[in-house]
């Protein structure tokens, strides 16, 4: 049986279909419209309709993964702050109710931790995942609870941490890859905003790009021990497109956690999603 998977962020969305055996039978990438002249919800509808007429699908399940405050009992959106406009309030089940009657709606990061975890073991008990993308998300989960979502679906939302008046950003603003992309314009980064170039480069010594990774993973870090402070995981993955760098991206911001922590706080194992980049997909048809 195939089920339908939809990843909507602020950059790209993507739409699977994927089968029991958790096989991705066929996917598409298209980026994210403005939902002001193009509505993010009639681009998605129109991608799963098409899915769902070339495999001859009836009344499938569909999962959607999406940026923002997620009411996954409503399938609405409440809050997205200034990542995506107009998009408050936009309500799924009424949106697909002509295409399905079996829809789930999850937070991305929620998705994206429930992905990994369907995909590969972990031994751990409980688990934080910040994914590092146009903004930062947070999920968390522990093995009795699930995924905790908080009281008014607004747990994890860390992206607004450490907000600062003097300079007006928060922690998502320092140090989400959108951030690093504006971090590599100001420094007139010879090779503009190609992050993979900026990780290449820095790789073999070049000190322009490893000034750019330092300043950026020190915030990075900074947020990461708030993470830490707060939920005191075991076990602290990243998650985001910029994860496939590995050990490469842990290697800056591993070793800068602790000028943020007191004396000997210590620290959770910290590693990147293995899923990498399609996790969410998997995790929106993932039954909480």
């Known amino acids: 049986m195939y089920k339908i998977a939809v990843d909507i962020g602020g950059t790209n969305i993507k739409v699977a279909v994927i089968n029991d055996d958790l096989e991705m039978i066929d996917y598409q990438k298209i980026k994210t419209p403005d939902n002001i002249n193009v509505r993010i919800v009639d681009k998605v509808y129109e991608l799963v309709e098409g899915f769902m007429s070339q495999y001859q699908l009836n009344n499938p399940f569909i999962g959607i993964s999406s940026a923002g405050v997620v009411?996954?009992?409503?399938?609405?959106i409440i809050y997205t702050g200034p990542t995506i406009?107009?998009?408050?309030g936009t309500q799924f089940?009424?949106?697909?109710?002509?295409?399905?009657?079996?829809?789930?709606?999850?937070?991305?990061?929620?998705a994206a931790l429930l992905g990994e975890l369907k995909l590969h073991h972990y031994e751990e008990d409980n688990i934080?995942?910040?994914?590092?993308?146009?903004?930062?998300?947070?999920?968390f989960y522990n093995?009795?609870?699930?995924?905790?979502?908080g009281s008014r679906h607004r747990a994890n939302e860390i992206g607004y941490l450490l907000y600062r008046q003097e300079d007006g950003k928060t922690f998502e603003q320092r140090a989400s890859t959108s951030a690093l992309k504006a971090l590599m314009t100001v420094n007139q980064f010879e090779h503009g905003t190609d992050v993979p170039k900026l990780f290449d480069l820095a790789e073999k010594n070049h000190q322009d790009a490893i000034h750019i990774l330092d300043?950026?993973?020190?915030?990075v870090a900074e947020g990461i021990a708030q993470i830490?402070?707060?939920?005191?995981?075991?076990?602290?993955?990243?998650?985001?497109?910029?994860?496939?760098?590995?050990?490469t991206l842990l290697k800056y911001i591993e070793p800068k956690i602790h000028h943020y922590l007191p004396s000997d706080y210590g620290i959770a194992k910290i590693q990147t999603t293995q899923t990498e980049n399609h996790a969410a997909l998997f995790g929106a048809i993932t039954q909480l």
């Open 71 to 76: 009411d996954s009992d409503l399938g609405q």
């Open 93 to 110: 089940f009424e949106v697909f109710k002509d295409l399905s009657s079996d829809i789930a709606v999850y937070n991305d990061v929620d």
């Open 143 to 149: 093995s009795t609870l699930g995924i905790y979502q």
């Open 85 to 88: 406009p107009n998009y408050d």
């Open 228 to 247: 830490q402070i707060m939920y005191d995981p075991s076990l602290i993955l990243i998650g985001g497109g910029i994860s496939s760098q590995g050990n």
């Open 128 to 139: 934080f995942c910040l994914t590092l993308g146009t903004g930062i998300g947070g999920a």
């Open 215 to 219: 300043q950026w993973s020190h915030y």
